[in-house]
């Protein structure tokens, strides 16, 4: 009984985080401008992480919390090198 | 402890926890989508990266305590990084968008304090 419960909310889980990263896929191809895009990058990294979280759970294995925690990590300095991009024109001056 | 011999308040509460993780993110994304300007925009993820990451989080570490029956609290480092660095990042977009809109002449701290002022007058 608590294991058809537990599949089925892991499957509801699933089937929204998917259609958040559909959606931020859409703005990021179409933002109208560059920030846009990149806004729609992190949040689409972010969702990403939280599929991977809800994947670990479906599947009891620790290994996909550290692929979450790498992709966290990566998305805060892909996001922070963007927006100096932005600014500057450069990454590392 | 398997799945299957999971008591049912758990399993509840987790799926109950998933869901509201989950939805949140999706209305996040949604907004991302919804909303007109930038500046607007920049609002909507932060639902998915606070409450949502939080209730995925903490569904993630109830699962795992149960079954492995001990404490496992390990998600917490995520939650941890991820409530310093997502306003950190933020930040640092709505600042170069700023200077971008400035450097094209179209200021939209200039605009909103015209429009507060073309506001009160009326």
Known sequence: MSGLILEISLLVAKIFLT??????????????????RVLALDTMYVN?????????????????????????????????????????????? | MT???????????ISVLLILGSGLALIGS??????????????????GSTLGLFSILTGSMLYFSMTEMRFVLHEFLIGAFLTVTTPVTFLLLVQATLYRDRFEGNDPLADLSRNIRQAIER
């Open chain 2, 3 to 13: 799945i299957e011999e999971l008591p049912l308040w758990a399993a509840l509460l």
């Open chain 1, 48 to 93: 990403a992480m939280l599929l991977l979280l809800v994947f670990g759970i479906g599947s009891g294995a620790t290994i996909y919390f550290e692929m979450a925690l790498v992709i966290g990590l990566l998305g805060f300095v892909a996001t922070v090198a963007m927006a100096k991009f932005l600014m500057r024109g450069e990454v590392i001056e």
């Open chain 1, 19 to 36: 259609l958040a990263m559909a959606v931020t896929a859409y703005r990021m191809l179409r933002g109208p401008r560059a920030q846009d």
């Open chain 2, 30 to 47: 949604i907004g991302l989508l919804h909303f007109k300007t930038f500046y607007e925009r920049v609002h909507a993820p932060t639902l």
